[in-house]
């Protein structure tokens, strides 16, 4: 006759689980003062959601969507089951743990919110995208057709191109001037691109346009976009892209302002870029400059008047 044996598991010891104990309730407190900021205003939800999508194990991450809705101010556990039920997210559902689409679901409604109830919500728009996918195409269309916008000015320490206005396309810098800048915290973000020259977006007259309740829109590079998105997490990011990568290589070489060299190297940099796509909240193709424009113009348009 076959032994019968039992598998027992030994119980943790008691210092494990007194130290269990002890990491839970810190973890709920943790979590408790990130919903009370929330409520009292004092951090936005989207930069909760920012954080959470960085890092799904971390304390913003760890919140249940039930949590962090009903801690926005006007929102309960009622409003908060319809939401959920429209966004088909489940209420069991933590932030960290959100699939892509229900991510990008969860901040639209979230930046809906935060516009409708005195937050910046789309006064704030930035146009980013792979090199040479002609941001600063649809930029200039925007300018020259839309004058209710405002555009940023960017410095940068690269040299002007031909046709290139300073103050209107870019504000020309030295190495010294940027650094100054910098030092001086008059940048709103600021990044090296294709390991050459330095980009930024002064921080004033973006602060200022928007006080005024003045639309804004800022043509940046990807590394640019995600640190608008920290510093003013409720921009609105939109995403150019190419009708084709072939339609993307073809513009690049044409415009002929790189050699050949950079050229490679931008078309590397530019498949690196491309995958970046899901971190924003809209995507415009970039098959004619002019409808492209008005795209990301009806973004900066109250959402009520959406076409």
Known sequence: MAETRTKTTAAPPEVDRVAASRAAVAARRARAVVKAAVADGSRSPLDVLRVAYEAPEGVEGRLRVTEF??????????KTARILGDLEISTSKRLGGLGRIQRRRLRE????????????????????GPTAVGKGTVAAYIRRHHPDVRLSVSATTRPPRPGEVEGEHYLFVSDAEFDRMIEAGELLEWATVHNAFRYGTPRRPVEEAIAAGTSVLLEIDIQGARSVR????????VFLLPPSWEEL???????????????????????????AVEEFDHQVVNVDVGKAAQEVVDLMRPRKGRR
């Open 249 to 275: 290589v073809r513009r690049l070489v044409g415009r002929g302002t790189e050699s050949p060299a950079e050229q490679q190297r931008r078309l590397e940099t530019a498949k690196v870029e491309l995958a």
């Open 69 to 78: 809705l009903t801690s926005i101010p006007a929102i309960g556990a009622t």
């Open 230 to 237: 920290r510093a003013m997490p409720e921009a609105t990011l």
């Open 109 to 128: 409604f979230v930046a809906g919110w935060v516009a409708a109830h005195g937050g910046t919500g789309d006064r704030l728009v930035v146009l980013a």
